[in-house]
């Protein structure tokens, strides 16, 4: 037979780069929490800290002594623990207190002390889409991210903030982004979820189209 090029890229007689890039891509191993991070209901850049974060793969003080000697490998916002990732966004009393209002808030119990625990307790308390568990996600994100920009705040910046001042960012953009969101149904949970996050109920729930005359 004469030689033909065969593509394995081809769909319906032509090549799509989709289908190129489909063909060349390694696939990896799918997570359990890969729609948790990956979730179009958290901001971006806190989605790329959020899979830092769930990979071990933020640069806390435990990892760099792995490397090269630094003068205090102590958390910066209790100054009382070694600084690790489970201590930093779990059992820390500062990570403590950002995630008690935020249970508070969407109305949990409580998130377990460790970070490997929340973790698993964050993959169990995301699942599905409704209005509240949406703000989970955007939530927890939101506060892995405030904790870790706090931390190097304090390292790089030397810039101190304390917890009410961290909590009243995360409040905002939690709430920026939730104000982003259309066609939320009206009701009693939804209202007090509004509340807490400081976000007009009527501006969301509302579905009329406001034209500038
Ligand atoms: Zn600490």
């Known amino acids: 037979m004469v030689d033909v090029h065969l593509w394995k890229a081809e769909e ?17 191993q799918i997570v359990s929490w890969a729609s948790l991070v ?9 989605r790329f800290i959020l899979w830092l974060a ?36 779990g059992s820390c009393f500062f990570a403590r ?7 508070l808030a969407m109305g949990i119990v409580s998130l377990p002390g460790s970070w490997e625990d929340i973790k698993v307790a964050a993959q169990v308390l995301s699942k599905g889409s409704k209005f509240h568990v949406n703000i989970i996600k955007c939530g927890f994100a939101v506060i892995v991210y405030h904790l870790w920009a706090e931390r ?14 961290v909590w009243s960012d ?8 939730i104000r982003t969101w259309r066609r939320v149904t009206k009701g009693e949970q939804e209202w007090v979820l509004f509340h807490e996050w400081k976000v007009n109920y009527d501006e969301v729930t509302s579905f009329k189209c406001f034209k500038a005359s």
């Open 12 to 28: 319906n007689g032509k090549i799509k780069s989709s289908a190129i890039w489909n063909v060349i891509r390694e696939r990896g």
């Open 97 to 103: 207190s950002i995630w008690n209002p935020f249970t």
């Open 152 to 165: 190097n705040a304090r390292v790089f910046g030397r810039v101190c903030r304390n917890v009410d001042h």
């Open 38 to 46: 990956w979730s179009l209901k958290i901001i971006p850049r806190h």
């Open 54 to 89: 769930f990979c071990g793969r933020l640069s806390t003080r435990d990892r760099i002594l792995a490397y090269m000697d630094i003068p205090d490998a102590n958390c910066v916002l209790c100054s009382g623990f070694a600084e690790s990732i489970d201590h930093l966004l």
């Open 170 to 177: 995360i409040v905002f953009d939690c709430g920026a982004l």
